[in-house]
């Protein structure tokens, strides 16, 4: 039971921030490649499932899991999208990433004036409280199952 | 009670407001640039003191002396405004005071230590110019500054101008 890693993306598809606990591959192309990839994967996949979904959706794209690994996504109104890479154990994630996003972006980004809100996140007091965060989480635990 | 946040992002447009303005002018700011834009942030917070304070005694006795004052302006004002108490008051008895606040309510989502510690002083002006508008609305001439070290923990030190 684990957490991998998690990528905070602006509306204009920056990525803000990235970090990883327990990330045993490496993609092979450089980080910036891969919130490129990520973000395209992203914008097409929602896009896709909302043509195709045969009933009217309000939530539209939550998850997808593969053999190893679930990937959650929450979207918020202001157009931040969080990407939270965890093991196959955890079904739900969607109230960590809403307490991310309410309890630690929304506290110690928005709100810092020194902060700008385009650029990557180097606010040193939210890296060590979102750590603090995931490593409390029940599903957290330092070895990959 | 009014949503916190409110005064907080309005405080951080304020600064932001000022700075900018005074950039404009030219290029880069030197220190007499930053210099001003202190004093007319601590100019903003002394007006708002002013009117604070009248609002927040209209229904307390008189004050007995220096330190009476003092006092009420760390426990009832400092709760009014910053929505808790300061943690440490220190004097010399002769008209210095040091207020310590630990977790300074405009400061705790800047920082948890050192970060951005250059920054800090930016956005404590206002609040310098509010505890030296409401001392002098209680009769009391003084000049406020402040100082940080480790955030969101700050001291703001009263010295008493004697006529």
């Known amino acids: 039971m684990t ?4 990528y905070i993306f602006d509306r204009n598809g920056n990525c803000l921030y990235y970090y990883e606990w327990n990330r045993k591959k490496q993609a092979g192309i450089s980080k910036e490649e891969e919130f490129k990839l ?9 896009s896709f499932v909302s043509k195709m979904s ?19 996504y ?28 309410s309890n630690l972006y929304v506290e110690l980004i928005v709100k810092n004036p020194a902060c700008a809100p385009t650029h990557t996140l180097d606010s040193e007091l939210f890296s060590s409280r979102l750590d603090s965060f995931i490593r409390a989480l029940p599903y957290y635990s330092p070895r990959a199952a | 009670m009014v949503d916190e946040a409110l005064f907080e992002f309005l405080h951080m447009e304020i600064v932001s407001h000022v700075y900018k303005e005074q950039q404009s002018s030219k290029g880069e700011m030197d220190n ?16 708002v003191g002013q009117g604070l304070i009248e609002r927040l005694t209209r229904d307390s006795p008189s004050f007995k002396d220096e330190l009476d004052i003092m006092k009420f302006i760390c426990k009832d004002f400092w709760t009014k405004v910053f929505r808790r108490q300061v943690d ?21 989502q800047l920082s948890g230590g050192k970060q951005y510690l250059d920054q800090a002083p930016k956005y404590l002006a206002f609040s310098c110019g509010v505890v030296r508008g409401a001392l002098s609305n209680l009769g009391m001439d003084s000049v406020v500054t402040a100082e940080v070290s480790v955030m969101p923990s700050c001291k703001f030190q009263v010295v008493i101008q004697k006529l």
């Open chain 1, 38 to 46: 990520m973000y395209g994967m992203l914008f097409s996949i929602r």
């Open chain 2, 88 to 108: 440490n008051l220190r004097t010399n008895h002769q008209g210095t005071y040091v207020l310590q606040d630990n977790k300074f309510a405009l400061l705790t």
């Open chain 1, 54 to 72: 045969p009933l009217d959706m309000k939530e539209g794209f939550l998850s997808f899991q593969t053999s190893k690994y679930r990937l959650h």
């Open chain 1, 74 to 101: 929450y979207e918020t109104p202001s157009g931040l999208k969080f990407v939270l890479n965890t093991d196959l154990s955890v079904t739900n994630a969607r109230d960590t990433l809403q307490h991310i996003y």
């Open chain 1, 3 to 6: 957490v991998h890693n998690l």
């Open chain 2, 32 to 47: 007499k640039d930053r210099a001003i834009c202190v004093s007319v942030l601590e100019g903003m917070g002394f007006r």
